[in-house]
């Protein structure tokens, strides 16, 4: 009899572990799966991934137990049938009447959720309450449903799982989270992207048939309702086995390896989901290696001519109040240009205009997302394990480049061609005293092409000089920051400017509409009077990948970035080793500025200048200095490899690539920087001493 009654779960489960496998295997001969894997490699990734899809499917087989737990006959005798509906119509109208109720507290949708699933148990129960002759008949038709939603959502998953490795060679970390947060562009973006209609109707095909087979297989079980001793042991026994299930991934899901592709393919994504939803900020002092803080700050600002948090810059040459355009670009990697070796000619303008800039030839990003590259060059500081600042409630009355550019007297503005709602950007820069331009801005006759992400860049190019054209007339000097978007997937951009069409959605495409669009940004701007007495910064925000052989792989951190204005600024490479965040430092620093700093990044031109660099994911935090790269880790974890660079046609400067080779006796000047300067960051950030 109880075996009999656990059929379903076997059915269900054995499904879910076969396509679990299969998503596996394809994971591992994936293109973006770059590390090679021996026979035996591959075994221990099949074999941690099945014990993890064994607890996991444990794990969400609760709502199928709790359907079978409440499944009975004799709670439709009376009184029990009619006692049980009137609280069910009690429960719905206090959602629905009652203006308060603990359901709307919530906010958002719950309380139309709640509504909704009461309302159709209220449906189903009246049914079977009041037609006992049709009561099998529908709950065949509630078990088939719930079969369906099971298998649907094992597919789903891995459909889900699939597309977030193509694009990042990673399980679902903190950006499934926010893609779940942001729906409206995350499926629009999945609509403009993908064949969203016949994916769709295949998925329900495939859990229609495996829906039917399980069924079949299974109906019978609900002619027998098991009494309430068997129920209880039935229970008892999944309380345990979940018990065990939940134990035991708290052991797999901290196994480590060296090769970072065979500890994402062995995971499971769904407690990786769990996890990124409920860690958006990391607590620095709780997961990471620590030293006293005391030696951690006296370390890290032994860089600075003055050692304290809080420095006076000076200059002996007058201030120029130039205005300034910082233009940090979607996801261009540094290898789209021919500077680095790219041969596609995607970057005719910026190449060309490289050639009339001061080009840091040697600089990389701090992170992989846009608010991380946003976060750099507006706070200056090194990253922080979890969601970047921009992200967190404790975001603004910072110390900003803004805030550096307000105290001069200029005009401060930040330029998205989207809704800057997203990813919080709205909220971060109105709070630290920025001016918003985005798509709230354009009126319909001032957009050509749109898709989710925002307004095509050209159209943004355009109302960026009419913005520029009405700053200058007030007499100020202006500071204005664009971020653009139409190097982001779908790629897709008005057709006729590019020789890629517009619904090609190639990310080659993406870059080189960008480029066009820079190009014509750059062509209006030049008639403008305030064109010469102008410094305009462009660099990325992040590389499109950051998927690699190690945790941080040096390539798909380099970005391409430049200053140039007209007469002002000589041509010329600086290919000193630098970050993201020192950029803004140095333009401070070309314009002659005096102010008092909080930033953590250096003017790379000061005799006191380091060449270093941070790069991180959410968790991992690297220093790079002296062809070192050195990672601290949750949980105390520090790795350090030795880079060297890679032999290519090109030369030193603009070779991105590198060896990186995992060092077992670490050089500990190196490490107690890296924790130096991660744990000193993390502590003045919560203790608000990096605010105005």
């Not at 009561?135 to 719930?146: A, D, E, S, W």
């Not at 959502?153 to 193509?166: D, G, H, K, R």
């Amino acid at each position: 009899m109880i075996t009999q009654k656990i059929k379903p779960f076997l059915y269900l489960g054995i499904f879910y572990l076969i396509v679990s496998l299969v998503i596996r295997l394809v994971f591992l001969f994936h293109p973006i799966t770059t590390a090679s894997f021996s026979f035996f490699e591959i075994i221990k990734v099949l074999s941690i991934g099945i014990i993890n899809d064994i607890f996991v499917f444990t794990i969400a087989s609760v709502f199928l137990a709790l359907y079978f737990l409440f499944l009975s006959n004799s709670k439709y005798d009376k009184p029990y049938g009619h006692i049980i509906l009137g609280i069910l119509i009690l429960i719905f109208l206090y959602i629905l009447v009652i203006p308060n109720n603990i359901f709307k507290q919530y906010g958002g949708s719950i309380a139309e959720i709640a509504l909704a699933f009461i309302g159709l148990k209220i449906l189903f129960f009246g049914l079977m309450l009041f037609l006992p002759s049709k009561r099998i008949q529908i709950r065949n038709v509630l078990y088939f449903i719930i079969l369906f939603l099971y298998s649907v959502i094992i597919i789903f998953n891995a459909v889900s799982e699939y597309f977030f490795y193509n694009e990042f060679g990673l399980r679902y970390n903190f950006i499934a989270v926010d893609y779940l947060i942001y729906t409206n562009e995350v499926i629009g973006n999945i609509m403009e992207s993908y064949p969203v209609v016949p994916l769709f109707l295949s998925i329900f095909a495939v859990g229609l048939a495996i829906t039917f087979f399980i069924y079949r297989k299974t109906r019978k079980e609900l002619l027998d309702l098991p009494n309430l001793k068997q129920k209880f042991i039935l229970l008892g026994s999944f309380i345990v086995l979940v018990a065990v299930s939940l134990l035991g991934l708290s052991f797999t899901t901290k196994i480590t390896s060296p090769n970072v592709f065979a500890e994402e393919i062995e995971a499971n994504g769904l407690p990786k989901f769990y996890w990124a939803f409920t860690h958006n900020e990391l607590d620095y002092f709780q997961f990471y290696p620590k030293i006293d803080q005391k030696l951690a700050e006296k370390t890290f600002l032994s860089q600075y001519t003055q050692p304290t948090l809080t420095r006076n810059i000076t200059s002996e040459q007058p201030e120029l109040k130039k205005n300034v355009v910082l233009i940090s670009i979607e996801s261009l990697s540094a290898d789209f240009m021919e500077h680095y070796g790219n041969t596609e000619k995607l970057t005719p303008f910026l190449d060309s205009l490289a050639d009339k800039s001061m080009m840091f030839t040697n600089l990389y990003a701090t992170g992989n997302r846009t608010v991380r590259g946003l976060e750099a060059l507006t706070l200056c500081i090194p990253p922080t394990a979890g969601e970047s600042i921009i992200k967190r409630e404790n975001n603004k009355n910072k110390f900003t480049t803004g805030s550096v550019f307000k105290s001069k007297g200029y005009d401060v503005k930040f330029l998205y061609g989207g809704y800057s709602y997203f990813d919080n950007m709205q909220d971060f820069f109105a709070g630290n005293g920025y001016g918003i331009v985005d798509r709230d801005n354009f009126k319909p006759e001032e957009i050509s092409f749109a898709n989710v992400w925002g307004v095509a860049d050209e159209d943004m190019a355009k109302k960026a000089i009419q913005v520029m054209n009405a700053e200058s007339k007030s007499g100020k000097p202006f500071f204005n920051h664009w971020m653009t978007v139409s190097n982001h997937r779908p790629f897709t951009y008005p057709d006729g400017r590019i020789d890629i069409p517009g619904n090609a959605k190639s990310r080659e495409g993406g870059v080189k509409y960008t480029d066009y669009s820079l190009r014509k940004f750059f062509e209006m701007a030049k008639k403008q009077d305030w064109y010469k007495n102008t410094v305009f910064v462009i660099i990325a925000d992040h590389c499109a990948s950051s998927a690699g052989d190690t945790e941080l792989p040096m390539d798909k951190y380099k970005i391409p970035a430049m200053v140039y204005s007209d007469r002002f600024i000589q041509p010329q490479k600086f290919d000193k080793l630098m970050s993201q965040i020192d950029v803004m430092p140095t333009v401070f620093g070309l314009l002659n500025f005096n102010y008092q700093s909080k930033f953590l990044g250096q003017d790379v031109f000061t005799k006191e200048f380091q060449p270093k660099a941070y790069i991180a994911t959410y968790q991992d935090l690297g220093f790079v200095k002296d062809d070192h790269l050195t990672i601290i880790s949750p949980v105390r974890i520090i790795r350090q490899y030795s880079l060297k660079q890679k032999p290519g046609k090109l030369s030193p400067k603009f070779n991105i690539y590198y060896d990186e080779n995992i060092l077992k006796d670490n050089n500990q000047k190196l490490v107690d920087e890296t924790i130096s300067a991660y744990q000193s960051t993390s502590y003045w950030l919560k203790n608000n001493q990096l605010n105005r």
